[in-house]
């Protein structure tokens, strides 16, 4: 009996079983809409696209992460049970091909060197780096979503590269709950806004 009693005890002040985080992306891919004014994808160069770098915090790491700005702006703070499910360079890379390749090939860097090694039609290469996605709360309870990335565009020849243009860019978007899912939902926009503008600076470029 006292074994019993013992087993009970001990039983009683053992640590819970920690629970997984909840694992979110950016949700279904945007369907494809209306273009005004945008040239045809036949009349667009095609692109090569270099993966999405990230540095520091955002380097392969799945944490979410968030900013107090009303108490110390300079901290970030990954939330405990709420983590991305890629890392946010990945989940970004997705969405911005997706929309980029509704309007002109998009390539990856490596079948662009082969069209190059081919003497073929020749891409411009792109290559993007994420600088800020994240969510910051201006109050306890309101926050927004900033996404902020740059952008190059090189000429792609035998010869070499040759820098045609850079932006960066950076999209804002209010987040409709002060939590994880509403920085999600915020954030999601955020990235959409921002392909989108940048489909249209490389539109421009063409």
């Known amino acids: 009996m006292a074994g019993a009693v013992w087993a009970l005890a001990a039983c009683s002040v053992l640590p819970d079983k920690p629970t997984r985080p909840t694992l979110f992306d950016l949700g279904a891919m945007p369907s494809a809409g209306p273009a005004p004014a945008a040239p045809k994808a036949a009349n667009l160069s095609p692109l090569a696209m270099s993966a999405i770098e990230a540095h520091g915090p955002l380097e392969g790491s799945n944490a979410m992460l968030y900013r107090l700005a009303y108490a110390n702006d300079q901290q970030l703070r990954p939330y405990a049970e709420s983590r991305w499910a890629m890392a946010p360079a990945l989940l970004v890379d997705q969405r911005l091909r997706n929309l980029l390749s509704q309007n002109r090939p998009v390539v990856s860097e490596a079948e662009g060197q082969a069209q190059l090694n081919n003497a073929g039609a020749l891409p411009r290469g792109l ?7 994240g969510q910051v709360f201006s109050a306890p309870a309101a926050s927004s979503a900033v ?23 950076s999209v804002q978007r209010d987040a409709p709950s002060a939590d994880a899912p509403g920085g999600v939902r915020a954030l999601a926009a955020a990235t959409d806004a921002l392909a989108l503008e940048m489909d249209q600076w490389l539109g421009a470029l063409n």
Do not use: H, N
């Open 147 to 169: 996404v902020r990335l740059r952008a190059t565009v090189v000429a792609l020849s035998p010869d070499g590269e040759k820098l045609l243009a850079q932006r960066q860019f």
């Open 127 to 133: 290559r993007v780096e994420l600088l800020e996605f």
